[in-house]
T-cell receptor
Framework: RKEVEQDPGPFNVPEGATVAFNCTYS??????FFWYRQDCRKEPKLLMS???SGNEDGRFTAQLNRASQYISLLIRDSKLSDSATYLC??????????????FGKGTKLSVIP | DVKVTQSSRYLVKRTGEKVFLECVQD?????MFWYRQDPGLGLRLIYF???????EKGDIPEGYSVSREKKERFSLILESASTNQTSMYLC????????????????FGQGTRLTVV
């Protein structure tokens, strides 16, 4: 099982729509969870952090389900500027005992006028 | 704001050359990371460092080495560049690594697109 798994998409949605992405992770001892946004040919930038059950910031809501080992990202009222690739990131202990961030391969979102 | 700066946006090198990619962060972060990103494969960790002169292998360290002589600077070295090392290289830093805290958030440089011919 891959460590962090996301549906690659693409998700093509009209402006104003609500869209949800899911991400599953394999390491049950993972402690920190993030959603990053990456625009084409740019670096990833932090969108949201999730430490407990969830986090909300404006149109964006992230939820964590530790029992089922998945994280979700909900985007309400989609804007054209939301078009990007969304990366699910999990902070887990490595085999050597240190912590590492493990990235999913990303979900591509295109918001259409 | 955290600033992570990579020395070059674009590089073209020849097969067999020794290549240095430099990364500097200005927020006194303990941890620094080097990733490469390829289409369909996502971000893969090459090496990371949790302190000066300390380093740990990531998932794909073969063909690479790193150097961290000063806290703010983390260098990635391609000992003998090969065409399969053509990629986007991303440097990142974070304050901490463990636990459920804001300290584990990573901040990225703008990336170096390396082409080996």
């Amino acid at each position: 099982r891959k460590e962090v798994e996301q549906d690659p998409g693409p998700f093509n949605v009209p402006e104003g729509a609500t869209v949800a992405f899911n991400c599953t992770y394999s390491n049950s001892a993972s402690q920190s969870f993030f959603w990053y946004r990456q625009d084409c040919r740019k670096e990833p930038k932090l969108l949201m952090s999730v430490y407990s059950s969830g986090n909300e910031d404006g149109r964006f809501t992230a939820q964590l389900n530790r029992a089922s080992q998945y994280i979700s990202l909900l985007i309400r009222d989609s804007k054209l500027s939301d078009s990007a690739t969304y990366l699910c990131v999990v902070n887990s202990r490595s085999g050597a005992g240190s912590y590492q961030l493990t990235f999913g391969k990303g979900t591509k979102l295109s918001v259409i006028p | 704001d955290v600033k992570v700066t990579q020395s070059s946006r674009y590089l073209v090198k020849r097969t067999g050359e020794k290549v240095f990619l430099e990364c500097v962060q200005d927020m006194d972060h303990e941890n620094m990371f080097w990733y490469r990103q390829d289409p369909g494969l996502g971000l893969r960790l090459i090496y990371f460092s949790y302190d000066v002169k300390m380093k740990e292998k990531g998932d794909i360290p073969e063909g690479y080495s790193v150097s961290r002589e000063k806290k703010e600077r983390f260098s990635l070295i391609l000992e003998s560049a090969s065409t399969n090392q053509t990629s986007m290289y991303l440097c990142a830093s974070s304050l901490g690594t463990g636990g459920a805290s804001k300290d584990t958030e990573a901040f990225f440089g703008q990336g170096t697109r390396l082409t080996v011919v």
